[in-house]
T-cell receptor, first 114, second 110 residues
Framework: GGIITQTPKFLIGQEGQKLTLKCQQNFNHDTMYWYRQDSGKGLRLIYYSITENDLQKGDLSEGYDASREKKSSFSLTVTSAQKNEMAVFLC?????????????FGAGTRLSVL | QEKVQQSPESLIVPEGAMSSLNCTFSNSASQSIWWYQQHPGKGPEALISIFSNGNKKEGRLTVYLNRASLHVSLHIRDSQPSDSAVYLCAVRDSGTYQRFGTGTKLQVVP
């Protein structure tokens, strides 16, 4: 088995601030994902990475940057936090990007912007 | 772009009853479908997946996929209070990534 660790668990930011979320996995999976979960809107993909140093945009990439410098880690940056924004950011990984591979999720980072 | 819709939004069932959750998708070429369970404060966890038309049974879970009607359902037999959670349907076609529905909140009452 393995685990996905997301840090921090809770993040409180100020409007306009740049905020970075981190994700580590020890599954030795090739592919990693960042999803955003808003109440009533399900999960929406922000970025994914097929392998180290690869980045692919999802449906919600505007306002975010991502970085995959190592196979085991994937970070997400909110480039300018929006006032009153509240969401959970979920990191996930899969063995590779084959269509039948299950996603394994971390517990999430909960963001609040004042 | 694949659209995934789930119904009902919330469901309350008595302990021991069958829970039935529904999911519709927009692309008949979608290759893979998963159901995930999410407890409060936790990330989603995969429960069961199906890749071809028909049904699949694992323990108390049964999933039915009908590609012609773009519909998949999850049935939980003998529902327990510990099954109370949000259930997410995810669909993927060959070229992209899993897209998720908005979820069904299941509450099983003793």
């Amino acid at each position: 088995g393995g685990i996905i660790t997301q840090t921090p668990k809770f993040l409180i930011g100020q409007e306009g601030q740049k905020l970075t979320l981190k994700c580590q996995q020890n599954f030795n999976h090739d592919t990693m994902y960042w999803y955003r979960q808003d109440s009533g809107k399900g999960l929406r993909l922000i970025y994914y990475s097929i392998t180290e140093n690869d980045l692919q945009k999802g449906d919600l990439s505007e306002g975010y940057d991502a970085s995959r410098e190592k196979k085991s880690s994937f970070s997400l940056t909110v480039t300018s936090a929006q006032k009153n924004e509240m969401a959970v950011f979920l990191c996930a990984s899969s063995i590779n990007r084959q269509s039948q591979n299950t996603l394994y999720f971390g517990a999430g980072t909960r963001l609040s912007v004042l | 772009q694949e659209k995934v819709q789930q119904s009902p939004e919330s469901l309350i069932v008595p302990e021991g009853a069958m829970s039935s959750l529904n999911c519709t998708f927009s692309n008949s070429a979608s290759q893979s479908i998963w159901w995930y369970q999410q407890h409060p404060g936790k990330g989603p966890e995969a429960l069961i997946s199906i890749f071809s038309n028909g049904n699949k049974k694992e323990g108390r879970l049964t999933v039915y996929l009908n590609r012609a009607s773009l519909h998949v359902s999850l049935h939980i037999r003998d529902s327990q209070p510990s099954d109370s959670a949000v259930y997410l349907c995810a669909v993927r076609d060959s070229g992209t990534y899993q897209r998720f529905g908005t979820g069904t909140k299941l509450q099983v009452v003793p």
